[in-house]
């Protein structure tokens, strides 16, 4: 009787065991290795082996500080000087029909010239202009320096120029309002000021002395029209005073062939007349709508001179690369320490072929591999020892 009751209560036990099913059994097999279902890696291993490497962890973080303490403290100072360009409104001849349509629920959108002033200011053509200048830098207490900006940035290749001068400079639009900020960061706080108004006088003279409008266009058409015109018209009056000269008495003249050719010059140069009166009007008011049609740069907040320094964050810089230091030297432990723990473990005979195929195909390399090998299994048994 005893011996069933034994048996029933193993039964019943093996039942409640297998009833289990996230259960993770362990078991040490008979050649010293983890089963196959067992985790790499735990959570107390974890800490215990961040605790093990806390000295190379350390020294990562101090090292790669240090270093990057001593770039920081090297990297000059940059100034940003930073200036508010507002919206540009063109005057537009359909202005009271836009209303109208607003009001029957029509929406007619209407182009924005300033959104073009990003892509001029981005444009060869200003920074030809912004790099061809000389700038006279210096403060209150010390003598004006001219410096170009080839000799600021060390560069005398165009594309080098061009790449450097758009390192320093910052170009944004807000959509919605069509505000844009323009700012220039250097190492000089009057430089940062005077490459920035630079910039901003640039913008301007294209508006006004290279930028083509509809207007303009317009206004050249009318121009080239009233030459023609005038042309032509003072080829009728010429025509007229010769028939007239030929002809005495052309005013008191029956002769019909006379009177036909004198009515069709008079009828030709009050045509012209009409034309060019016309199109003299016509080029008056072009004239008005071409000054109109050219947006005007308005500066809300012009370039000044920076006060306070835009850069390097010291101080922030230096704690992210201690933290992003810190959180890479724990990894490498780990990933170190989980290498360790398969060589000597499940993948111990793998290892070794993979070393054995390493020396057969790069001989000279044995020694090397044969001594990174005795180190990795030195350190295995240490580790294998202290746990």
Do not use: C
Not at 108 to 137: A, T, W
Not at 205 to 212: A, D
Not at 265 to 290: D, M, W
Not at 373 to 378: D, K, V
């Amino acid at each position: 009787m005893p011996v069933i009751g034994m048996r029933n209560r193993m039964t019943i036990k093996t039942r409640s065991d297998e009833a289990m099913p996230g259960r993770t059994e362990v078991r040490e097999r008979a050649d010293g290795r983890a089963d196959a279902n067992e985790p790499d890696i735990g959570l107390y291993e974890l800490a215990s082996l961040l605790i093990k490497r806390k000295r190379f962890i350390l020294y990562s973080v101090v090292i790669i500080s240090v270093m990057m303490a001593a770039i920081l403290l090297g990297t000059a100072n940059t100034y940003r000087s930073t200036a508010t360009i507002l919206s540009a409104d063109r005057t537009d001849k359909l202005g009271g029909l836009r209303g109208l349509a607003g009001l029957a629920g029509i929406n007619v959108s209407q182009d924005n010239p300033s959104e073009l002033f990003p892509v001029i200011l981005r444009s060869r053509l200003v920074k030809d202009g912004v790099l061809g200048r000389e700038y006279s830098i210096g403060g209150a207490d010390a003598e004006p320096v001219t410096v170009t900006l080839q000799q600021y940035f060390g560069e005398d290749l165009p594309d080098r120029l061009y790449a450097a001068l758009d390192g320093v400079t910052s170009i944004g639009m807000d959509r919605g309002t069509g505000v844009i900020r323009v700012s220039v960061d250097t190492k000089q706080a009057e430089l940062s000021q005077a490459i920035l108004t630079e910039y901003l006088a640039q913008l301007e003279t294209f508006n006004l002395h290279k930028r083509r409008s509809s207007a303009r266009e317009n206004l050249q058409y009318l121009n080239r029209e009233l030459a023609t015109i005038g042309r032509l018209l003072s080829e009728a009056e010429d025509n007229l005073s010769v028939f007239q000269s030929a002809n005495r008495d052309w005013a008191v003249t029956t002769n019909p062939d006379v009177l036909k050719e004198l009515a069709q010059l008079r009828r030709e140069v009050e045509i012209r007349t009409q034309a060019y009166l016309f199109l003299t009007g016509e080029s008056e008011i072009a004239k008005l709508e071409a000054q109109k049609d050219v947006p005007i740069v308005r500066i809300l907040d012009a370039p000044s001179v920076p006060a306070q320094k835009s850069g390097p964050f010291r101080a922030a810089t230096l704690a992210a690369s201690a933290v992003g230091t810190l959180f890479l030297a724990m990894f490498i432990s780990v990933i170190h320490g989980m290498f360790l723990k398969r060589v000597r473990g499940p993948d111990r005979q793998a290892f070794q072929a993979l070393r054995e195929d390493l020396v057969d195909a790069f001989p000279l390399t044995r020694r090397v591999v044969t001594r990174a090998a005795r180190r990795l299994s030195a350190r295995a048994h240490r580790h294998a020892d202290s746990a």
